[in-house]
């Protein structure tokens, strides 16, 4: 399984990006899926989830900013990211959990950069 990220870059504070991230195999074969983030310094922290019912959860930080969506007719999970903040830069990494014969499966993407500027 390969998860590709796009869409990151650098933004001045208050901007929006859009980041996505492709499977390569449908992601109705997920569990959940998700956006994590990862800051100089601090550990990866969880921004965005969306399981196969479409039940979302966010963390607090971006809830009413952020928006997570799924497109499986193209196995793709979005993340929209508006009014962003400085505090908002990092690695963004997609998250696919899976499950078969019983055992739990985690798949990452390589990550994609967030600059968001003062």
């Known amino acids: 399984v390969q998860l590709v990220e796009s869409g990151g870059g650098l933004v001045q504070a208050g901007g929006s990006l859009r980041l996505s991230c492709e499977a390569s195999?449908?992601?109705?074969?997920?569990?959940?899926m998700g956006w994590y983030r990862e800051a100089p310094g601090k550990e990866r922290e969880l921004v965005a989830t969306?399981?196969?019912?479409?039940?979302?959860n966010y963390t607090d930080s971006v809830k009413g900013r952020f928006a997570i969506s799924k497109d499986s007719a193209k196995n793709t999970v979005s993340l929209q990211m508006n009014s962003l903040k400085p505090e908002d830069t990092a690695v963004y990494y997609c998250?696919?959990?899976?499950?078969?014969?019983?055992?739990?499966?985690?798949?990452w993407g390589q990550g994609t950069q967030v600059t968001v500027s003062s």
């Open positions: 969306v399981t196969r019912g479409g039940t979302t």
């Open positions: 195999i449908s992601i109705f074969s997920f569990n959940t």
């Open positions: 998250r696919a959990d899976y499950r078969y014969g019983g055992r739990p499966y985690v798949f």
